[in-house]
């Protein structure tokens, strides 16, 4: 089984609607972050939570939430679904000792 | 604001050959470097860590960093068809997110 899973793979939602994404992992790691990618733009830094009472905006966190349920759970939330928010998204996670990240499989998503 | 540079490519090179992949960073405060593959429309994958200055060799790959140029690279021997994907450098100074680079495609032209 992956370390780092996401549901849903792929979404296809319309512009308006209210999403979330879904990130576990079972490696017992305190760190999670959420990342979107666009075509040659890299991977950007929507939030990061390095431990469930911590909380951090990214770089690109306007028109996003997310909630640490647990350790193993760091969910993303679009609350009005944009176009502009089509995109490729990425979890990781990331031990507090162990520096390397581990990423999920991603969920494309495409509003319309 | 920390910034990493790599070449966008592509870096086309013929099977058989050496790829060199190259990254500076801003943050002289960084202390490990990662090497990240990732497939076209698949997740990042670890392929190298450095954390001292100087070579680091795993099988084809050599990744060498020198901290007071800031700079890290990546070689890749041998380069295979399959090596062809877009290679992400990501330094990292402790507490903070990894800041990774916008990557270097690499294409092997068999």
């Known amino acids: 089984d992956a370390d780092v899973t996401q549901t849903p793979r792929n979404r296809i939602t319309k512009t308006g609607k209210r999403i979330m994404l879904e990130c576990s992992q079972t490696?017992?790691?305190?760190?999670m972050y959420w990342y979107r990618q666009d075509p040659g733009l890299g991977l950007r830094l929507i939030y990061y939570?390095?431990?469930?009472?911590?909380?951090n905006k990214g770089e690109i966190s306007d028109g996003y939430s997310v909630s640490r349920q647990a350790q193993a759970k760091f969910s993303l939330s679009l609350e009005s679904a944009i176009p502009n928010q089509t995109a490729l998204y990425f979890c990781?996670?990331?031990?507090?000792?162990?520096?390397?990240?581990?990423f999920g499989p991603g969920t494309r998503l495409t509003v319309l | 604001q920390k910034e990493v540079e790599q070449n966008s490519g592509p870096l086309s090179v013929p099977e058989g050959a050496i790829a060199s992949l190259n990254c500076t960073y801003s943050?002289?405060?960084?202390?490990?470097f990662f090497w990240y593959r990732q497939y076209s429309g698949k997740s990042p994958e670890l392929i190298m860590s450095?954390?001292?200055?100087g070579d680091k060799e795993d099988g084809r790959f050599t990744a060498q960093l020198n901290k007071a140029s800031q700079y890290v690279s990546l070689l890749i021997r041998d380069s295979q068809p399959s090596d062809s994907a877009t290679y992400l450098c990501?330094?990292?100074?402790?507490?903070?997110?990894?800041?990774f680079g916008k990557g270097t495609r690499l294409s092997v032209i068999a």
């Open positions: 490696k017992g790691h305190d760190r």
């Open positions: 939570s390095f431990d469930v009472k911590d909380i």
């Open positions: 990501a330094p990292y100074s402790g507490n903070t997110p990894l800041v």
């Open positions: 943050d002289r405060g960084s202390q490990s």
């Open positions: 450095i954390y001292s200055n």
């Open positions: 990781a996670s990331q031990g507090s000792s162990y520096n390397e990240q581990f």
